[in-house]
């Protein structure tokens, strides 16, 4: 399977467990609890299947950025945090890093 298509899944599956911890309220509703559990450990697992075939800092650096990126986007539209315009432009640089790091640098696998 594709590498990136595992790192993605990673990162899905880590947007999932981060998301169900907001609404877990500190592991006192037991749905949301499972879901951390399970999204965080299918994360890790399919993280551990990316770094087979790609470098680790690429591996660290995109899943941990993209989900940065997905978690602050899920914040702001379910949750109705607040977004600036210093949180936008951070959220443009992670997203510069990331093309950077996989497609302009020759750290990645191409």
């Not at 941990?64 to 315009?85: K, R, S, T």
């Amino acid at each position: 399977m594709n590498p990136y298509v595992v790192l993605g899944t990673a990162i899905l599956a880590e947007v999932v467990g981060t998301t169900s911890l907001k609404l877990s309220q500190g592991f006192s509703r037991p749905l949301p609890s499972l879901g951390v559990l399970v999204g965080y450990g299918a994360a890790f697992y399919f993280l551990s299947l990316a770094l087979e075939d790609l470098p680790v800092g690429v591996v660290y650096g995109t899943w941990a950025a993209l989900g940065i990126v997905a978690i602050a986007a899920i914040g702001v539209v379910a949750f109705d945090e607040p977004v600036d315009i210093a949180g936008i432009v951070g959220i443009g640089l992670i997203i510069a890093g990331v093309y950077c790091l996989n497609v302009v640098s020759g750290m990645s696998a191409h």
